[in-house]
Every structure is written in structure tokens, then in C-alpha cells.
């Protein structure tokens, strides 16, 4: 049996028909292109972190359900009592354990573009995708198409990131409860940004029974700790952790999230200083008339180029030491569109003057 053989004989074509979720190098750059927190702790902190880590049992098995991490993550994000969290190895794997405690056959639906990780892992799980495009102009919810789509499709779980990935838009609040109230199956809030806007759909959860919101510490400066959650109906939470395996949260993770959330006044800082930076960020891209920022409620600023120039300006930052993402690959509403995060001050001065060198050289 040959190599290809073997593999055809083993792994199934919806696998072997994907492309694998690719991690950019960043060695040697300035990298703004994972909508990272581009900051550390004071040292002071970092010393007491260490003492909190220093009596972890790893020689023992995390609590399973992290009940401690669970109460704390309750208090600091506001979630209503009366709705239980399910926690993930980031918001990645959460998303796995709902897809994969559908039905056989079951249908998955999200606005596009959105969040990829809604598409792959629906696909590897040989479920039926259902993309939805977002309107054109201003990258907000087709709600016509959208209800049509629920309605024939009759979808068991969608996708609703808010902010949304990569346009970091904030979709319309009625339609989204449109959504829901025309949904029969499960609508899942995507609130990975929440730390950089004051809009959640955390306190609809005691309206809507299908209603779930995910969320995740990476974004706030966590990333590292991977480490996601997703809140709502204890009932549904109870089924979910029938899927989940135990253990999933090691114990370095829950000790140092737990250390972490108590210190709420240091993120409320670096995310306060890092929205400051996005409306910078966002008036200098807008005098540059070559491209067109959009509007952000996240960590980034997605922004339209000239016509088939986004690989071209992306490979000249690249020359200059800086790395952006690139979405022009995935084609359609995003073409012509590259996505910066948000870093330290003179991180963004570093990419908008290259920026500038690179479209005066295309």
C-alpha cells in the first residue's frame, strides 16, 4: 500500500479536503497580527504571581469543573447567577465541544466573513456549513438573508461574533435579537473582544434559553493560559460537559487566571490605553487616501486596499519588519483587506510609516 493509499484508506475526505489553520512565524518582527495584548505585568506582580504559582499541586490532577476559576470568572464578567459556564482550552476547543454534540448531518451557520475557526471545525466534523455573506458596504448583518436562511435551514447552532473577526464591527443589537427569537436551535454570542467595547448580550441570557455567550481571557492579555468559557442554560451546560474531556484546564492555568482576575484595575488600564490607540490608529489610517479603514470595536482595524495590492502591501511591511494579517487569500468581501492589530505606540508608528513607504513603492 502506497503512502497516499494509506492515508485515503484512513482519513476521511472531508479532512483531507481542508487546509490546515496556519500560525505566521513572527521571529524578527513587530508583530501585529494575532490580536494580542502587547503587554506584560509590573514586575511586582509577576513576583507575586510566581508565589501564587509556587504551591500548585502538579503533581495532582486540576479540579475537573475549576470551580474556584469558575466563581471568579462569574464575578468579573457580570455573568447572571443563575447561568452556569462550561471552560475550554480557549475559545477554540469550545467551539469543537458544541459542534460536536450535534446531531449527526446537523447544520452550522455564521455571517461571512467571520471567525474561521466556526467553518474548519464544522467541516472536520463533517457537519453542513452555512455561511451567510455580510453586506458589502459596511460589513453588517444581511438580516433578510439571514432569517431566510434560518428558516429553510432550520440551523441546530449559529455563530454570532461581536465584535466580529476581522471586520471588528459591531453587528445591529435588534437584529441579532431577530436572530435568536427566529432561531429553534442554539445561538451562540462570540464576545472574544468584549474587554474593548461596553456592548454584551451577557444579561440577555436570562431572557433567551438558546441563547449562549463565549468568551475568552486571551484577548485581555491571557493568551498564553488558553483558556475560553461559554455561559447560559445550566441544562445545556450540563450536555455540553458530557462532550468535554476532564482535565481540560491544567492546573498552572486556573491558579494563574485566578491570580490574574484579581488584579482587574491593571486590564482595565492596558485596555483603556490600547482603545485610546485603536481611535489614533484609526484617524491616521483615515488620512492616508490610499486605503480605507473600517470602523472598530476590538484590538484591531481591518482596512480596504487598492484593487489587488493587499498581498503586495502585506509582503513590503514584511520587508520592513513588520507583520500584519493577510486576508486577501480568503477572496471574496475580503480581497482587498488587511487586518492590523493594535500594539504599543511606537509599534503603530513603526507600521504606519511603513505603510506609508509601502504603498508609495506599489
Not at 304 to 319: M, V, W, Y
Request: negative net charge; proline residues 6%; contains cysteine.
Amino acid at each position: 500500500m502506497t503512502e497516499q493509499e494509506l492515508i485515503t484508506s484512513v482519513i476521511r475526505p472531508e479532512i483531507r479536503a481542508l487546509t490546515a489553520y496556519k500560525v505566521a512565524d513572527a521571529s524578527g518582527f513587530i508583530k501585529l497580527d494575532a490580536m494580542e495584548n502587547p503587554y506584560t505585568w509590573p514586575e511586582e506582580i509577576k513576583v507575586e504571581w510566581l508565589k501564587a504559582l509556587h504551591d500548585a499541586e502538579i503533581n495532582r490532577y486540576p479540579d475537573p469543573e475549576a470551580k474556584s476559576l469558575c466563581r471568579i470568572l462569574k464575578e468579573y464578567n457580570q455573568i447572571p447567577a443563575d447561568s452556569d459556564l462550561l471552560l475550554g482550552n480557549g475559545s477554540d476547543e469550545i467551539i469543537q465541544l458544541l459542534l460536536m454534540a450535534l446531531p449527526a448531518n446537523s447544520t452550522v451557520m455564521a455571517p461571512e466573513p467571520s471567525f474561521v475557526m466556526y467553518k474548519q471545525i464544522a467541516q472536520c466534523l463533517g457537519l453542513n456549513y452555512q455561511g451567510v455573506p455580510l453586506l458589502a458596504d459596511n460589513f453588517e448583518l444581511d438580516l433578510d438573508a439571514t432569517l431566510a436562511t434560518i428558516k429553510k435551514q432550520q440551523p441546530e447552532i449559529i455563530f454570532l461574533a461581536y465584535p466580529n473577526n476581522p471586520t471588528g464591527n459591531l453587528f445591529d443589537n435588534e437584529a441579532i435579537e431577530q436572530i435568536i427569537q427566529q432561531s429553534k436551535g442554539l445561538v451562540i454570542i462570540d464576545e472574544a473582544y468584549a474587554p474593548f467595547t461596553d456592548f454584551s448580550f451577557i444579561q440577555q441570557l436570562k431572557k433567551y434559553t438558546n441563547l449562549l455567550v463565549m468568551r475568552t481571557v486571551s484577548k485581555l492579555g491571557l493568551a498564553g493560559l488558553r483558556l475560553g468559557f461559554i455561559a447560559g442554560n445550566p441544562a445545556i451546560i450540563r450536555e455540553l460537559n458530557k462532550v468535554r474531556l476532564p482535565y481540560n484546564i491544567n492546573i498552572l492555568t486556573q491558579v494563574s487566571v485566578e491570580f490574574a482576575l484579581k488584579h482587574p484595575e491593571m486590564f482595565a488600564e492596558q485596555t483603556n490605553t490600547i482603545c485610546t490607540e485603536r481611535a489614533r490608529m484609526f484617524l491616521q489610517l483615515s488620512v492616508i487616501k490610499e486605503v480605507t479603514p473600517c470602523p472598530s470595536a476590538a484590538n484591531f482595524i481591518l482596512f480596504r486596499t487598492p484593487t489587488d495590492s493587499a498581498t503586495e502591501i502585506f509582503q513590503r511591511l514584511k520587508e520592513q519588519g513588520i507583520l500584519i494579517k493577510n486576508l486577501a487569500p480568503q477572496k471574496g468581501l475580503l480581497n482587498d483587506c488587511l487586518r492590523v492589530t493594535i500594539g504599543k505606540p511606537e509599534e503603530n508608528n513603526a507600521f504606519i510609516k511603513a505603510l506609508k513607504t509601502a504603498l508609495q513603492a506599489c
